[in-house]
């Protein structure tokens, strides 16, 4: 099984960026700080329909404008309420505006009930992996084309569309899911797929990881071309703390983040994690980039 070294020159660590209404300030803010201490990513959650939540792709904005170097993107947009067209001027819009820095998270739709209050379709889970299949190829046709683009499917249409501004560099789409299907989409079709450690453990990762080697290999695809990112979420621990699986809520000593993070990097092939701490965020977000990140990164021989 390759090492994360052989598929990548480096091991990423992002920082969770919450679009909270009530604190509509804090997004940019955070986003600043994990700048400030060596964050590679800041990823916001987008769901458009809770009403405590601002919108994604607006504060995500904000927070690039606030920001020089780290990369914003989506964890991650539901497409059937951000349709391919609009979705790909957004993202390419920033990225002209951001030199490139933007990576698109895309998920097939986890809350129907949600999504059609909102006006959205109301899918089938297969219905909606075949429309995120469909707006995947959309979305990357449009990026890519000089011209003209066509594209006339079960889901998603475009007659003619004269496409613009192209991205000011390739932006890697990340799908969010975590099924057979999603995870074949992702061999086929992604440049990363976006997990979270509550939904699933070190144990299911090298199934996971094969199902995706063997759909992007079928595809004429590198399996090391795609990145693998996992949500951890929970507190960094003053002394002892839960031994429990790191990054699935808990509060957790350093030593156990390391230990955890090294796990699931050596078994589980995870090369990116995001990081999703309980409270006093600004704080913990300084802790885990002063303590854990080298600790990861030497324990991996970055």
């Known amino acids: ?16 960026i919450d679009p909270n209404a009530a604190d509509p300030e804090e997004a940019v803010a955070r986003a600043q700080l994990a700048e400030e201490v060596g964050f590679e990513l800041a990823l916001m959650q987008d769901h458009p329909y809770n009403r405590e939540h601002l919108d994604t792709w607006t504060t995500l904005g904000a927070v690039a404008a606030g920001t020089s170097r780290i990369t914003v993107g989506s ?4 497409l059937p309420l951000r349709p391919p067209v609009m979705l790909a001027k957004a993202v390419a819009t920033l990225s002209v505006l951001t030199h490139g820095r933007v990576i698109l998270g895309l998920g097939a739709g986890g809350f129907p009930d949600a999504i059609a209050a909102f006006g959205g379709p109301r899918l089938t889970p297969a219905e909606a992996v075949d429309a995120l299949d469909e707006g995947i190829r959309l979305i990357r046709r449009l990026w890519a084309d000089d011209g003209a683009t066509t594209f006339a499917e079960a889901h998603y249409h475009a007659r003619g569309a004269r496409f613009g501004p192209k991205p000011a560099a390739p932006i890697p789409i990340w799908i969010g899911g975590f099924k057979p299907r999603m995870l074949r989409l992702t061999g086929r079709l992604g440049d990363g797929i976006l997990l979270s450690a509550p939904y699933v453990p070190l144990d299911h990762l090298p199934a996971l990881n094969a199902a995706i080697d063997d759909a992007a290999i079928a595809a004429g695809r590198s399996p090391a071309s795609i990145r693998r990112a996992y949500n951890v979420m929970g507190d960094i621990a003053g002394t002892g703390g839960d ?8 509060a957790y000593a350093v ?6 993070l090294i796990d699931h990097a050596r078994t589980g092939r995870i090369d990116t994690f995001i990081f999703w701490p ?3 965020r600004h704080a913990r977000l300084r802790r885990f980039a002063a303590e854990v990140f080298p600790a990861v990164r030497d324990g991996l021989g970055f």
């Open 1 to 16: 099984m390759p090492s994360p070294k052989t598929a990548y020159s480096a091991l990423r660590f992002g920082a969770n």
């Open 75 to 78: 964890n991650v947009s539901p």
């Open 243 to 250: 031994e429990t699986a790191v990054g699935t809520g808990g």
């Open 255 to 260: 030593d156990t983040w390391v230990r955890g």
């Open 278 to 280: 309980n409270n006093d």
